[in-house]
C-alpha cells in the first residue's frame, strides 16, 4: 500500500501494519491517505473476511504525528476539524461500518489518535507491556477520533472523564479488567494469538458476521423495540445466505460446516 502502510491478504486475513516505527507509527498525512485506501481495498475485496490491525516495532501508534501538526499550523493549512473530517473520521467510520471484523492486536503504545483506532476495532488483543494513553488532554487537546464516543460506553462516564481529562495510561492488565480488551497475551504470543482468532473468523458465515456487527453497533444508541424489528430485518438477508444453508446442512449431517462466505 505505501512504505507505511503495509497491506498483505493470507488465507482471508487482512493485515495492515503501520509501519513508521522509529516515530512509533505516528501517523503523517501520506500515512492517513494510505490507511484510507487499505480500508476501502479491504472492505472491496470479497477474499478478506477478516481485517487485522497492528503496529511494527514497539508500539501500536503513538497517535497523530505532532510535527506535523506544528507545521501545519505553522504554514496555516488544513484546520483541525477539516484534518479530522478528511482524515481519522473517514478511518473510523470504515472500521466500524466494514461488514467484516476488525482486530487490533496491539503490540505496544497506543497513544491518542492510535488509542482510538485500536477502539473503534470489534476486539482488542494486547501484549502484556501495551499501554492506552489517552495522550490528548497532554498536548492541550480534546479526545478525538471516536474516543469521546467508544470510552464512557465501554468503560462507564466517571472513568472515562478522568481518563481523558488527565492524560491518563491504561495498563494492558487495566484495560482487560475495564473491558476494553478481550485478552491481554505475552508480546511474543500476540501476532500468533491474533492470527489464530482472524483465520477464526474467516472461516466464519462472514455475511452474518458483518450484519452482526452492523446490528450491535446500530442497538448501541438504539431502543429494544428498535433492535428487535432491525434483528428480524437483517434476519431476513442472513437467511438467504449460502452460508445460512450450508450451516443447517452441517448440523443436520453431524459435520463441521464449510463457511464461503457467501
Ligand atoms: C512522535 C510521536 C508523535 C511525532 C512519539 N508525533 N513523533 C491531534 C492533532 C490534530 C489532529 C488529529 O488528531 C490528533 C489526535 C492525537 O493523536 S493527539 C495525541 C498525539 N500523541 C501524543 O501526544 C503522544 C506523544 N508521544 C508520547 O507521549 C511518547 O512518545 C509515548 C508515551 C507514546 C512513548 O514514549 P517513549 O517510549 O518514551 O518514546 P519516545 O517519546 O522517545 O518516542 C520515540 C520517538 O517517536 C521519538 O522520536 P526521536 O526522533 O526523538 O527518537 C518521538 O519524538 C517520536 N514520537 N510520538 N505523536
Redesign the pocket.
Known sequence: MSDTILYAVEDGVATVTFNRP???N??TDPMLAALGKALREAARDDAVRCLVLTGAG??FS????????RERDASGGMS?RE??ET??NRAIAAITELEKPVLAAVNG?A????A?LALACDVRILAEDA?L?L??A??G?VP??GSTWFLPRMMGYERAFLLAATGGRVSAAEAEALGLASQVVPGEALAGTARELALRLAQGPTKAIGLTKRAMRRALTGRLDEALAYEAQLQEIAGRTADHREGVAAFLEKRPARFAGR
Open positions: 522509529d516515530k512509533l505516528a501517523f514497539r508500539a503513538a497517535g497523530q504525528d505532532l510535527a506535523d501538526v483541525f484534518h479530522l482524515t481519522y503504545v497513544a491518542g489518535a492510535g482510538s499501554r494513553i495522550a490528548f497532554g498536548v487537546l478525538d477520533s
